[in-house]
């Protein structure tokens, strides 16, 4: 027995020893492979482009402090948080500045949701500076209505999630009078990364996650599935990946093709043109289909595509740094963006891609995300666009309240 146990014991220094070092040569791994990836990496961060602006600093690391939770249908939402510049409600919705309603105000009020990505949502902006709530502010002393504006954008939609929730706020009994679909990005990037129009962001991911729990043939993929990523997430692991020439710390794709075989096979992957035609029928179908939702349900739509740092013509020296990378991202982002602007105005689409273009100042912290200012420059042609619609609307109502009641039967 106590050969056994000494045995035992020195296995176990053993395996401890080998933990330990292996601990260490990953970590300085790690260090070394970080350092290379700064050096070699030109695109800045996002941060740099504040240039010292006072809350900054603290905005950023709230938002680097946002979750996501499951959400049904939709795949997912925020999870509340509060912080100084960036607040999400108890629904999963960024906070909105909106004029508090005044007791005997006889003004109809008219609700106002915002639907999209991280753009509406509000990356790189505080809650006062979102698209949501620079509509609310221009329309806040309207003589003719009030106007309650909701921010239900969440990172990373597309259309059809859009959609989808929408489905389910009417379902609940929610009745806007106006919807705002704010779009374009995540359309195209979420093609571009799975290779196939339609899909959600990181479709792969849903995919693999399918039903793990749920079984236990799903509990042993799980585990395998973790040990795998624990090891190919170790510095280690990332240092000989460097050393084979296939680093990719952001998953980029570096030519499109289909992800998820058994929903586009690749034998009839028709090319990048197929899918940039896609991108556009797809959220064509969407906004069709939004039209006939609103017609039910009495709402009025607008549908905006939005600008990229893609479609800027005038580039400030932080701008140009952001087209380093995958130069067939920016591709396909130009193509398609063409495809949308040759058939915008023949199906309602209002194309603002070029809306930032001669302005030579800086608008863009990232490729996709702006700052506050050329926000304020966007919604100023929101509240441009929606002020007839909205005194319509108002309108309708007043009119539709003055009717005489009807008569007993």
Request: net charge neutral.
């Amino acid at each position: 027995m106590p050969e056994i146990a000494h045995l035992i014991a020195f296995i176990w220094i053993q395996v401890g020893v080998t933990l330990v070092l292996f601990s260490i040569i990953s970590m300085a791994s790690g260090l070394l492979v970080k350092k290379i990836r700064r050096a070699q990496d030109r695109i800045p961060d996002p941060i740099e482009a504040y240039q010292g602006t006072p809350w900054a600093t603290e905005y950023f690391r709230s938002l680097y402090q946002v979750r996501m939770r499951w959400y049904p249908y939709a795949y997912w939402n925020a999870t509340p948080m509060t912080s100084r510049y960036l607040n999400i409600d108890p629904n999963g919705n960024r906070v909105t500045w909106n004029q508090p309603h005044q007791p005997g105000d006889r003004r109809p009020v008219l609700r106002v949701f915002m639907m999209g990505g991280s753009t509406t949502w509000g990356t790189g902006v505080r809650d006062d500076h979102t698209l949501p709530s620079l509509l609310a502010q221009r329309f806040a002393r309207n003589p003719g209505f009030d106007i309650e504006v909701t921010n239900l954008a969440q990172i990373g939609y597309v259309t059809t999630q859009e959609l989808v929730l929408l489905y389910q706020l009417l379902r609940q009994g929610q009745r806007p009078d106006l919807v705002i679909f704010n779009d374009g990005v995540n359309d195209c990037f979420t093609a571009y990364q799975n290779g196939t129009a339609g899909l959600t962001q990181s479709e792969f991911f849903r995919a693999e996650e399918f039903s793990v729990l749920g079984s236990s043939w799903g509990r042993k993929k799980l585990y395998r599935t973790a040990l795998r990523t624990a090891l190919m997430s170790t510095g280690m692991a990332d240092l000989v990946k460097w050393l084979a020439g296939k680093d990719d710390p952001n998953m980029a794709p570096h030519q499109i093709k289909p992800i998820l075989p058994y929903l586009a096979p690749p034998q009839d992957f028709e090319g990048t043109d197929a899918v940039e035609r896609d991108v556009v029928d797809i959220y064509l179908f969407n906004i069709q289909f939004a039209r006939m939702v609103g017609e039910r349900y009495h709402f009025r739509s607008l549908y905006y595509w939005q600008p990229t740092v893609f479609s800027k013509r005038s580039l400030v020296p932080f701008e140009r740094k952001l087209l380093f990378g995958d130069p067939m991202r920016q591709e396909f982002f130009d193509q398609t963006y063409k495809r949308v602007a040759a058939i915008a105005r023949a199906n309602g689409i209002i194309d603002i891609s070029g809306i930032l273009n001669d302005r030579d100042k800086l608008d863009f912290i990232d490729p996709y995300h702006v700052n506050e200012s050329a926000n304020e420059i966007i919604a100023d042609r929101m509240a441009a666009d929606a002020g007839p619609v909205l005194a319509q609307l108002a309108r309708d109502k007043r009119a539709g309240s003055q009717e005489p009641a009807a008569t007993p039967r």
